[in-house]
């Protein structure tokens, strides 16, 4: 009978490993402990491979390690059948780098919360602090509130009460980290504020998100995603790209400012993690969806401190016999592939579409484009320009996009299910070659941990939490 170790002191970091494969594929693992020196064989079983003897740990479909002391003989008792793997065939897959982190997260909606969520998938423990009642107002739609809390805790707390805010001051004193998205002053208001935890917990890396900052003139404006696409400039920019002759600006329905302002909090959040293993020392981050949002603009916001400025953007959609194309052409390289591909050599020669002109005269451009799409179905034109290089995309609906083998191939999402079936949500568009970070395949409901929070981690005891929950401190519910 093979060798497995019974402890995994002598890993040295190593989590778990996996065989190679689609991170969305029920995969088997099989143990080859090289720096122990053994290996091991192991039973496959519906989605995980389980160990013979031992404290073993395995990955199974949904991303989660367990712990696993079964006998071999019961297994085979299972039907389940024998299989051992070579070294070669073999991954090894560390921990996730932010495993042992604390989150407290405080924020609702979009931006905070896909902030945290991305600080889970990569391995920090999260805990969602929510309001009485309903909780977070996305929980309307369980769905899209899933997406962007999977693989939290959550506690229900009353920060309106003096007994709320002790209990989420001793969540913030345990965590590393803290993300919050209320109005700037809301947090001082419930003595949760920098300054006050500072003088306590100097290491907490404390991410205020908000409209337009902590300060100044328009710090205490409210403000959601299409606020921000207004007031930052993004959508005017947009409406001049048009080639109407009276453009007006479009209907909003993207929350770009929600992920981008997410996405740069997350970043910083890592910026402020390096600066404290160097000086030992937390931070204050203010990140606002102002700001993100005009970072989506730098050649206009240049652009706008020129005189005359030459035109920025233009691109539209190309029409095809059964649907639409976008082509951009930006280099002479692409011009020349497109060119090859109409069969139109002519257009190289035209003054009007050589660059630094062809802006000017997009209309006409897309127009002998046209000459030849039209005349066509997509997929003719698809093929056709990818085999000369050309950039092109058909415009596809989301519902195609859980189906794309591109997608499909890297992993792009994580099966979830709730009580209508099951469904996808979007992983991190970032992999690692070392570990995975596919978020988690649940999600939690509101208040669902508070009374493991609170008697685990806090410390309280049974009467206490009943008491706290008779007074409407605090609030749970069960899945």
């Not at 905070?112 to 009642?133: F, H, Q, T, W, Y």
């Not at 930052?232 to 909003?252: C, F, I, K, T, W």
């Not at 600066?275 to 203010?286: E, M, R, V």
């Not at 939690?444 to 929070?453: K, N, S, V």
């Amino acid at each position: 009978m093979a060798i497995i170790p019974k402890a995994y002191a002598d890993l040295s970091g190593i989590d778990y490993y996996e065989l190679p494969g689609d991170r969305n594929l029920k995969q088997t693992a099989e143990y080859v402990v090289e720096n122990c020196g053994v290996e091991g064989t192991g039973y496959v079983g519906k989605d995980r491979l389980y160990g013979l003897e031992g404290d073993i740990r395995c990955k199974s479909a949904k991303s989660k390690a367990y712990h696993l002391r079964w006998p071999w003989f019961t297994l085979l008792s299972f039907g389940f059948q024998e299989k051992h793997f070579e070294k070669s065939e073999i991954k090894m897959v560390k921990e996730k780098p932010l495993k042992g982190l604390k989150v407290a997260d405080f924020s609702m909606v979009y931006a905070g919360p896909i902030c945290a969520r991305m600080l889970s998938d990569n391995g920090a423990d999260v805990i969602k602090i929510e309001p009485l009642g309903i909780g977070d107002t996305i929980r309307a739609n369980n769905r899209i509130f899933s997406h962007f809390n999977a693989g939290k805790k959550s506690i229900q707390i009353d920060l309106g009460k003096m007994q709320g805010q002790e209990i989420a001051l001793k969540i913030s004193e345990q965590s590393d980290i803290l993300i919050e998205n209320y109005r700037p002053g809301i947090m001082t208001r419930f003595g949760l504020d920098y300054a006050t935890l500072k003088k306590q917990h100097p290491k907490l890396i404390y991410c205020s998100i908000s409209g337009f900052g902590q300060t100044g003139p328009d710090s205490q404006r409210a403000a959601y995603a299409p606020i921000a696409h207004a007031a930052s400039g993004y959508d005017v920019s947009h409406m001049r790209a048009q080639l109407e002759d009276n453009p007006v600006p479009q209907a909003s329905g993207i929350m770009i400012a929600d992920m981008l302002t997410g996405a740069y909090a997350y970043g910083a959040i890592q910026t402020a993690l390096i600066s404290q293993l160097k000086s030992g020392a937390g931070d204050f981050i203010d990140v606002t969806m102002l700001e993100s949002s005009m970072m989506l603009i730098p050649s206009q916001q240049q652009s706008a401190q020129r005189v005359n400025p030459p035109r920025i953007g233009g691109f539209q959609p190309i029409v095809t016999k059964d649907g639409y194309l976008m082509i951009c052409i930006v280099s002479d390289k692409n011009l020349q592939g497109l060119c090859e591909a109409i069969n139109r050599p002519d257009i190289l020669e035209d003054e009007r579409f050589t660059r630094g002109k062809r802006l000017l005269n997009m209309k006409e451009f897309i127009k002998e484009i046209e000459l030849w799409s039209s005349q066509r179905a997509l997929i003719e034109c698809e093929k056709t320009l990818n085999s000369h290089g050309v950039p092109y995309s058909r415009y596809r609906p989301p519902e195609e996009l859980f189906e794309d083998p591109q997608l499909m191939h890297r992993g792009a999402f994580q099966k979830m299910e709730d009580q209508d079936g099951n469904y996808w949500i979007q992983n991190p568009p970032f992999q690692f070659g070392s570990f995975s970070n596919s978020t988690s395949s649940s999600f939690p409901a509101a208040g669902e941990h508070t009374d493991e929070i609170l008697e685990q981690s806090l410390l309280f005891s049974r009467e206490e939490i009943l008491e706290l929950h008779q007074n409407q401190v605090i609030g749970s519910t069960q899945k």
